[in-house]
């Protein structure tokens, strides 16, 4: 009996001790400072980044001590779920609690939000919205302004085309107005014209027309296909509609064409409707302007579209690659093989959903 109260009383002792060890662990992690006097750091956290993740980069950054300790702390404050995507200004001689309390409810110096390529004006609004960068009445305002346009050297009624896809670190004023979308909206268009720059032909922006004609151009290969290596010669089966005088019958144009409300189901009365002038099955050339934004790829292909003899293309299954084709007989086969795989694609889905 003696035997099992001294085995009791040391555990008790080494419990007590290991409590007391964890306690002073904790309060010199809470209290202590990585550096002294402390720096003051920009922070970046990704929308969607995980605690864990977060937790090694302030480490790494110099911000705190302690990756797992940090993270303890945040999940015991029920806070690794809130923290905030942007820019930070931090300081190295700030203790955890605040480091993290400015993370959860501090405001950040610049928002983070990326505009993925292929969206249309609207789309790129939607997303700005949410992130509380602008509203989309006032970015519509803003980018169809003949003063904004004419600014940022824009020949078309908007800026459509012109916001270039990225991710972007944005300013946020407690009051959303024209002049907040303005700032947004000119930074995007700062950044397209940055980056194609160094697709010009001999380093030289092209003239007017020939810029018209290279960002619509763009706009319809980016919405044809995803797949980069295909990107030039989509361009070239444009191009060499374009030369030979051929509608160029591209889907995507008529889709812009219909705007906001299109439900996804593109049918044979939209195809048929001259009204619509982004209409390409009615009307001949390009549409009156570019239907997406669009990414260097893009833009690189339509600036030199591939040298070749096709006509026609059409995807060999959903959201892949394509099979081109000199000749309308050649280019029916081709659909009735897509139509088959697709076919045979929902087929294989409805047999694995049983």
Not at 69 to 95: C, E, I, S, V, Y
Request: net charge positive; hydrophobic share 40%; proline share 6%.
């Amino acid at each position: 009996m003696k035997a099992l109260l001294r085995a009791l009383g040391i555990l008790l002792l080494l419990g007590l001790a290991g409590g007391g060890w964890l306690a002073y662990e904790a309060h010199i992690f809470l209290t202590a400072v990585p550096e002294q006097p402390g720096r003051e750091l920009y922070f970046d956290v990704t929308p969607g980044a995980r605690l864990a993740q977060v937790a090694t980069a302030l480490v790494e950054k110099g911000l705190v001590t302690d990756a797992s300790k940090f993270t303890l702390l945040a999940r015991w404050k029920q806070w690794d779920n809130r923290l905030q995507a942007g820019r930070f200004a931090l300081n190295t001689g700030w203790p955890p609690d605040k480091i993290l309390h400015e993370l959860v409810n501090g405001k950040p110096v610049l928002y983070r939000v990326t505009i993925p390529e292929g969206l249309t004006w609207w789309q790129t609004a939607k997303i700005l919205e949410e992130a509380g960068l602008a509203r989309p009445a006032d970015f519509y305002t803003v980018i169809t302004s003949p003063d904004f346009l004419t600014h940022y050297g824009i020949p078309f009624a908007s800026a459509e085309g012109f916001l270039m896809p990225d991710t972007y670190l944005l300013k946020k004023n407690d009051v959303l107005d024209t002049a907040q979308a303005r700032a947004v909206a000119g930074r995007m268009v700062d950044n397209f014209w940055r980056k194609a720059a160094a697709l010009w032909p001999n380093g030289k922006r092209p003239g007017k027309e020939t810029l018209k004609t290279c960002v619509i151009l763009a706009s319809i290969v980016e919405k044809e296909t995803a797949v980069d290596a295909e990107r030039p010669r989509v361009a070239g089966v444009y191009q060499n509609r374009l030369d030979r005088g051929m509608l160029l019958q591209a889907d995507p144009t008529v889709i812009y064409g219909l705007g906001k409300d299109f439900d996804g189901n593109l049918r044979r009365k939209h195809l048929d409707d001259p009204a619509n002038p982004y209409n390409t099955y009615q009307r001949s050339g390009l549409p009156p302007g570019p239907i997406c934004s669009f990414g260097t790829t893009a833009l690189a292909a339509a600036l030199q579209p591939e040298a070749h003899a096709y006509l026609y293309f059409v995807a060999k299954v959903d959201g892949g690659e394509h099979a081109f084709s000199t000749n309308l007989n050649d280019h029916n086969k081709a659909v009735r093989r897509y139509l088959q795989n697709r076919r045979s694609s929902n087929a294989s889905t409805q047999t694995r959903a049983r």
